[in-house]
């Protein structure tokens, strides 16, 4: 993880069409037009879809404000192209490191702005310094806006307890493995520890659901864990219709297509916009295959 914290690094691959080319496999293009286009060709499908401008850590109000006017923007085009689709954004790109106030502004014209266009609009969680701002501002966003959603990290040691602090505002929960370079007295080093967390929230997710006090969503490309967790939701008596399934555009397409014919919910979620580089490094972070793909795709 240390290459996606260097300059240097991220400097060349945005220069690198040698890189770019290798991108492709998780991301149709740098525009918004290029992800539309994938969007509708997926949603085909039969999936929904979850859209994303890549970037984080915004470091002028202006900047902020241009992020917001962008997604602004996206809400419009996506309701006037009819897609299932919904948004999804880190609370640094809005500003958050500048001004938690403005960043809660900001996020409140989006979650309108998502419901007037019948979508609805996601946080993203971010590092583990991020994580109670975040949760701050989410809790303020579901007061006004039910369908709005945020993501936890399965790897944070911390995510049992904030899960049980959130239960009492009826949440919307992206459940992930997690992906950032974290201390180990905050996050798990070894995968079967994050495994095991995942699948013990997935299950406490599973039983709000069942009591109607939370919506699941599985972000995850595990398909052992998705059939555990599938499994687990059936005996509990947890219709396909009470959870989600998303996965990342370019990964798994074949399993995407299989757990809707299955009647999943299934979304992909689509990543654009030209600061690509860090988001990148973490894909392969998160799985080794990803890392053949790419020097298949580059030297085969």
């Known amino acids: ?51 994303t401008q890549l970037g984080e850590a915004i470091t002028s109000a202006a900047a902020a404000r241009a992020v917001r006017d962008h997604y602004l923007r996206f809400f419009d085009q996506i309701h006037a192209l009819r897609l299932p689709a919904q948004v999804s954004v880190k ?19 989006l979650a309108a702005k998502a419901e007037e266009t019948g979508s609805a609009l996601w946080l993203d969680m ?36 904030d899960l049980s602090r959130l239960m009492p505002v ?19 080093e070894k995968k079967s520890d994050t495994d095991r967390a995942y699948y013990s929230l997935a299950s406490t997710l599973l039983d709000g659901a069942r009591e109607g006090v939370c919506t699941p969503v599985f972000g995850t490309h595990d398909l052992g864990l998705i059939a555990r967790i599938a499994a687990r939701a059936a005996v509990s008596d947890v219709g396909k219709d009470k959870y989600q399934i998303h996965m990342l555009y370019g990964i798994r397409d074949a399993a ?18 030209a600061a690509w580089y860090r988001w990148y490094m973490r894909r392969l972070a998160e799985r080794p295959a990803n890392v053949l793909f790419v020097f298949k795709s580059l030297f085969g």
């Open 126 to 161: 971010e590092d583990s310094s991020y994580v109670d701002r975040t949760l701050e501002l989410y809790v303020t966003l579901l007061r006004n806006h039910p369908s709005s959603g945020v993501a936890l990290q399965a790897y944070l040691r911390r995510t049992p307890d």
């Open 1 to 51: 993880m240390a290459a996606a914290r260097s300059r240097r690094l991220n400097d060349f691959a945005l220069r690198s069409k040698f890189v770019k080319r290798a991108t492709r496999k998780f991301m149709p293009g740098e525009h918004a037009d290029d992800a539309l286009a994938a969007g509708a060709t997926i949603a085909a499908s039969g999936r929904g879809l979850i859209f």
């Open 170 to 188: 009826k949440p919307v929960i992206r459940l992930v493995k997690g992906a950032y370079d974290e201390p180990k007295a905050v996050a798990f």
């Open 91 to 109: 609370p640094t790109q809005l500003g958050l490191d500048l001004s938690i106030a403005e960043c809660e502004r900001h996020l409140l014209a």
């Open 256 to 273: 995407q297509r299989r757990l809707v014919a299955e009647g999943h919910i299934v979304k992909t979620l689509i990543s654009y916009g």
